[in-house]
């Protein structure tokens, strides 16, 4: 694979390797407000993306754009190898998108909506009875859309997205309205999709914990601007070179007054354990020699990972 | 293709507002002159010799064309367009490989053909009422003679011609103002309008397509029907510009 990758990068074949490419993109409505500011991206092929920011960041726009329903005003759009803004239409047969909230006729039911997408993609009505048991909307299918729920409604708008079996999926904040059990099931799917038929996925959201476990990668984005891209270890490596350590042992209060008398940061929690904060790795093996000379038994002594919800915060904020 | 994106717009209507207005719209007028011939059926005299159809067929469409047909077809537009709008359904429909050109003139070749639809279904219920109406008072004589078809067939044609313009003009409004209000108001204020112009006998009312009822009225109580009147040029040129325009902008349509 690397091998792989050289001899694309060296001949300039990145479309090879990476679905979408976005370079030095800029947009404004007008000329007081720039929305989108010198972003540059890139989606590999095969990956699951995770394209994560607060809400007003960019990320509905920057999706607009890579579907060319917004006209940027600087830069360049790349999908598979192709400009957006000059083959929209042979690289729409490709994609599979949902913006916001699904696209749906209420007046019809589940099945006549995707009886029409059908028909624009000119696909055989077996497909249709497929997709909706990737879904799960067999049984509601012949319901009229008004009567759906928010969640049957998204379930429906993927469904769409998957009936020309695209090799890219973009998708913009998929999970929203769903229940528990209904996340699960579509993080399920967009696994299955990714690993079983090698379908690209980009998914927008601003549930931080669906990326952390859904995506391979991630492009955080704020204020218009790309903070942050890449997998998710290196975030983490990147920007949270953890010093934060869970300790119990036998005497707690004894334990705090020891920990700021050396000048350590610490505090009780209500489980009776403490958290400390280091500034330096070489203060952990002096501290717990001093705490164990001092009569105390340990019991547990844990580092504290970050998670990508605390590590997000940090970056947006 | 276009076919198919003619019958992709027939079944997107299906169960929608914008056919039951055409299906029931069609009958009310029909319904109302079957009945009123039926109560007073001597107020539907015609003299001996003449045959009752033509008096029928002049008085439904002459009363349908006056204001309520030009407001149906400035409604229907708005609704045909706030199937679309309703749920931001062009934001799926502009990702669709295929070009937007041929999306919006299929569009507006099914409104032709829907507003077609509704005048040859208006037809129709003038016959079916007024078959009704003979047949519960036979003094009407409209079994005594045949349906003017030639008659109907003329009066479909030109009220088709009469409001070609208004059709134009109000698709495009369509799709600059995403809200049926705003389209139905600027229809309206447009109508009336003309209608103040055409009855001050304004000199250029032949070029306001607006003023379709009055163009339709000029046609109908003519000795001879004529093949096709200015106005109704005038309403052509209008259409086919507007189809231009049409096209020109909603390529450069973008979906914020």
Same mark, same amino acid.
């Given at each position: 694979?690397?091998?792989?990758?050289?001899?694309?990068?060296?001949?300039?074949?990145?479309?090879?390797?990476?679905?979408?490419?976005?370079?030095?993109?800029?947009?404004?409505?007008?000329?007081?407000?720039?929305?989108?500011?010198?972003?540059?991206?890139?989606?590999?092929?095969?990956?699951?993306?995770?394209?994560?920011?607060?809400?007003?960041?960019?990320?509905?726009?920057?999706?607009?754009?890579?579907? #060319?329903?917004?006209?940027?005003?600087?830069?360049?759009?790349?999908?598979?190898?192709?400009?957006?803004?000059?083959?929209?239409?042979?690289?729409?047969?490709?994609?599979?998108?949902?913006?916001?909230?699904?696209?749906?006729?209420?007046?019809?039911?589940?099945?006549?909506?995707?009886?029409?997408?059908?028909?624009?993609? #000119?696909?055989?009505?077996?497909?249709?009875?497929?997709?909706?048991?990737?879904?799960?909307?067999?049984?509601?299918?012949?319901?009229?859309?008004?009567?759906?729920?928010?969640?049957?409604?998204?379930?429906?708008?993927?469904?769409? +997205?998957?009936?020309?079996? /695209?090799?890219?999926?973009?998708?913009?904040?998929?999970?929203?309205?769903?229940?528990?059990?209904?996340?699960?099931?579509?993080? #399920?799917?967009?696994?299955?999709?990714?690993?079983?038929?090698?379908?690209?996925?980009?998914?927008?959201?601003?549930?931080?914990?669906?990326?952390?476990?859904? +995506?391979?990668?991630?492009?955080?984005?704020?204020?218009?601007?790309?903070?942050?891209?890449?997998?998710?270890?290196?975030?983490?490596? #990147?920007?949270?070179?953890?010093?934060?350590?869970?300790?119990? +042992?036998?005497? /707690?209060?004894?334990?705090?007054?020891?920990?700021?008398?050396?000048?350590?940061? +610490?505090?009780?929690?209500?489980?009776?354990?403490?958290?400390?904060?280091?500034?330096?790795?070489?203060?952990? /093996?002096?501290?717990?020699?001093?705490?164990?000379?001092?009569?105390?038994?340990?019991?547990?002594?844990?580092?504290?990972?970050?998670?990508?919800?605390?590590?997000?915060?940090?970056?947006?904020? | 293709?276009?076919?198919?994106?003619?019958?992709?717009?027939?079944?997107?209507?299906?169960?929608?507002?914008?056919?039951?207005?055409?299906?029931?719209?069609?009958?009310?007028?029909?319904?109302?002159?079957?009945?009123?011939?039926?109560?007073?059926?001597?107020?539907?005299?015609?003299?001996?010799?003449? &045959?009752?159809?033509? !008096?029928?067929?002049?008085? &439904?469409?002459?009363? =349908?064309?006056?204001?309520?047909?030009?407001?149906?077809?400035?409604?229907?537009?708005?609704?045909?367009?706030?199937?679309?709008?309703?749920? !931001? &359904?062009?934001?799926?429909?502009?990702?669709?490989?295929?070009?937007?050109?041929? *999306?919006?003139?299929?569009?507006? =070749?099914?409104?032709?053909?829907?507003?077609?639809?509704?005048?040859?279904?208006?037809?129709?219920?003038?016959?079916?009422?007024?078959?009704?109406?003979?047949?519960?008072?036979?003094?009407?004589?409209?079994?005594?003679?045949?349906?003017?078809?030639? *008659?109907?067939?003329?009066?479909?044609?030109?009220?088709?011609? !009469?409001?070609?313009?208004?059709?134009? =003009?109000?698709?495009?409004?369509?799709?600059?103002?995403?809200?049926?209000?705003?389209?139905?108001?600027?229809? *309206?204020? *447009?109508?009336?309008? !003309?209608?103040?112009?055409?009855?001050?006998?304004?000199?250029?009312?032949?070029?306001?397509?607006?003023?379709?009822?009055?163009?339709? &009225?000029?046609?109908?109580?003519?000795?001879?029907?004529?093949?096709?009147?200015?106005?109704?040029?005038?309403?052509? =040129?209008?259409?086919?510009?507007?189809?231009?325009?049409?096209?020109?902008?909603?390529?450069?349509?973008?979906?914020?």
């Amino acid at each position: 694979m690397l091998l792989f990758r050289q001899i694309a990068f060296t001949f300039k074949l990145h479309h090879l390797i990476h679905m979408i490419e976005i370079e030095n993109l800029s947009f404004a409505y007008n000329k007081q407000e720039t929305v989108i500011d010198n972003i540059s991206l890139k989606v590999a092929k095969g990956s699951i993306y995770g394209f994560l920011g607060p809400n007003g960041s960019g990320k509905t726009t920057i999706i607009r754009l890579m579907l #060319n329903l917004l006209k940027h005003n600087n830069g360049e759009i790349t999908i598979d190898g192709q400009q957006i803004d000059h083959n929209s239409v042979e690289i729409f047969r490709k994609i599979g998108s949902m913006i916001e909230s699904p696209s749906l006729y209420n007046h019809l039911s589940g099945r006549d909506n995707l009886e029409i997408f059908a028909l624009y993609y #000119n696909i055989g009505k077996e497909r249709i009875d497929q997709v909706l048991e990737i879904v799960g909307l067999t049984d509601a299918a012949g319901k009229l859309v008004k009567r759906y729920s928010l969640g049957m409604k998204q379930r429906l708008g993927i469904a769409i +997205c998957l009936l020309h079996d /695209p090799e890219l999926l973009i998708l913009d904040e998929p999970l929203n309205g769903l229940d528990p059990q209904g996340i699960a099931e579509i993080r #399920n799917l967009f696994l299955r999709l990714n690993r079983e038929e090698g379908k690209t996925i980009l998914i927008s959201s601003h549930l931080l914990s669906e990326i952390e476990n859904t +995506c391979t990668h991630i492009g955080i984005i704020n204020k218009g601007k790309l903070l942050f891209e890449g997998k998710i270890d290196a975030l983490k490596n #990147n920007f949270a070179e953890s010093l934060s350590y869970l300790l119990e +042992c036998t005497d /707690p209060t004894k334990a705090t007054i020891l920990l700021r008398e050396f000048q350590i940061s +610490c505090e009780p929690t209500s489980s009776g354990s403490i958290i400390l904060q280091f500034t330096a790795k070489d203060e952990i /093996p002096v501290v717990l020699r001093k705490l164990v000379e001092a009569g105390l038994d340990i019991y547990n002594f844990q580092r504290q990972e970050n998670n990508l919800e605390e590590l997000f915060l940090e970056i947006t904020k | 293709m276009f076919f198919k994106l003619l019958y992709i717009e027939q079944k997107k209507t299906k169960k929608s507002f914008a056919i039951w207005l055409t299906i029931f719209g069609s009958m009310v007028i029909p319904l109302i002159t079957g009945i009123v011939m039926m109560v007073k059926p001597e107020n539907f005299q015609v003299p001996d010799g003449i &045959n009752p159809w033509k !008096s029928l067929l002049f008085m &439904n469409f002459k009363i =349908v064309s006056s204001f309520l047909f030009p407001m149906y077809v400035i409604y229907l537009i708005g609704l045909l367009g706030n199937i679309e709008y309703k749920s !931001s &359904n062009w934001k799926k429909l502009f990702v669709l490989p295929i070009r937007k050109e041929l *999306l919006i003139s299929s569009k507006l =070749v099914y409104t032709l053909l829907h507003i077609l639809f509704a005048i040859v279904l208006f037809g129709i219920n003038t016959l079916v009422f007024g078959y009704l109406a003979g047949a519960i008072r036979p003094q009407l004589n409209m079994f005594e003679y045949m349906p003017d078809i030639t *008659l109907l067939l003329w009066y479909i044609y030109h009220l088709f011609l !009469s409001i070609i313009g208004i059709i134009g =003009v109000q698709f495009i409004l369509s799709i600059f103002f995403e809200n049926l209000l705003v389209t139905l108001s600027i229809g *309206l204020f *447009l109508m009336i309008g !003309s209608l103040i112009a055409a009855g001050f006998n304004w000199e250029y009312i032949e070029y306001v397509p607006y003023a379709a009822p009055h163009g339709f &009225n000029l046609v109908i109580s003519a000795a001879q029907i004529p093949w096709i009147t200015k106005f109704e040029c005038t309403n052509l =040129v209008t259409f086919a510009l507007m189809f231009v325009a049409c096209i020109f902008f909603f390529k450069r349509k973008t979906v914020k």
